[in-house]
């Protein structure tokens, strides 16, 4: 078993507790006694025993294993974090690809990309068989995967698919009863937005997550299915070229906070047509810094 392996690890770390416990000179119990106590097999407790006589911990001849030496805290493994789950690891991947470290048409290596993300290689097969609906990656005509990548073509082509589910949403908003919890949600936004135009100068890169909450109150409205597979990736693009463009962001985000707030005032008088007319203004904006993103990135 791998060394890197998370149950490796769990066990020769009770195994140094158990070790703690002793006295130099004393004897550890005998491997099945041990693999019993710690909850693994016999070959994991082996791997275990291997590296607590490397680390001069125990001396281990044959069927008699001795104390050494008292584990030191820096004898303890650290434990590998959980895999993420699929959001997590949706957006990890997306990071990935939209940092423009890989360029378009390269071929997925499934097992160095399920180490480097932490998942099991059959995890990331099905990630990538769902990604493959949005356009991303493609699989092979002879396996395996390729990345699409994320190109100006795919950026103008999802910008104009976002004004579809984004009217949509406005539609489905406008008609929700007064009770509904996405009324509250748009009257704290709408104080989130004034707050942090007071604080424009200093905390204007907090315009992304406020960004990220806004289109998200707004699209969390519909409840279609095939929607909400397509709103995912369009939400986590169009929050990350916030980050991509750093040129005028201050001014650019004075501007964004200032069409959101046309759009929730809008929405809360249940003006529908003047919902839509600020929408696809702020829509129109940001696909202009889309595309400014991406000639900064030679992509256009």
């Not at 249940?270 to 595309?291: G, I």
Request: glycine share 8%.
């Amino acid at each position: 078993m791998a060394r890197t392996d998370g149950r490796f690890r769990e066990a020769y770390n009770a195994l140094l507790d158990l070790c703690a416990g002793l006295g130099a000179g004393e004897a550890l119990p005998a491997e099945n006694a041990l693999a019993e106590r710690v909850g693994v097999s016999r070959t994991v407790v082996r791997g275990a025993l291997g590296r607590l006589s490397d680390a001069g911990i125990i001396r281990w001849h044959g069927r008699e294993k001795t104390l050494l030496r008292r584990p030191a805290s820096g004898d303890r493994l650290a434990l590998q974090p959980p895999a993420p789950d699929a959001a997590e690891l949706e957006s990890q991947f997306l990071d990935w690809v939209l940092r423009f470290d890989v360029p378009a048409g390269t071929p997925l290596n499934v097992a160095q990309l399920s180490r480097d993300f932490a998942v099991p290689p059959h995890k990331l097969q099905e990630f990538l068989a769902s990604l493959s609906r949005s356009g991303l990656v493609e699989r092979r005509p002879r396996g395996g995967w390729r990345l699409l990548g994320f190109t100006a073509d795919y950026a103008l082509e999802l910008s104009e698919f976002r004004t579809v589910l984004e009217l949509n949403a406005l539609r489905h908003l406008v008609g929700l009863p007064e009770g509904h919890p996405v009324w509250s949600r748009l009257e704290a936004l709408r104080r989130d937005h004034l707050d942090l135009l007071t604080r424009l100068d200093t905390d204007f890169h907090d315009f992304s997550r406020l960004d990220e909450r806004f289109h998200a109150a707004i699209n969390g409205v519909v409840r279609n299915r095939f929607v909400l597979k397509f709103q995912k990736i369009v939400a986590l693009i169009f929050h990350y070229h916030y980050m991509w463009d750093k040129t005028e962001e201050k001014a650019r985000n004075g501007v964004a906070i200032g069409e959101h707030l046309a759009i929730i005032d809008a929405l809360l008088a249940r003006d529908l047509p003047a919902a839509e007319r600020a929408a696809l203004t702020h829509l129109a904006s940001s696909k202009a810094t889309l595309l400014a993103s991406l000639r900064g990135n030679r992509l256009v």
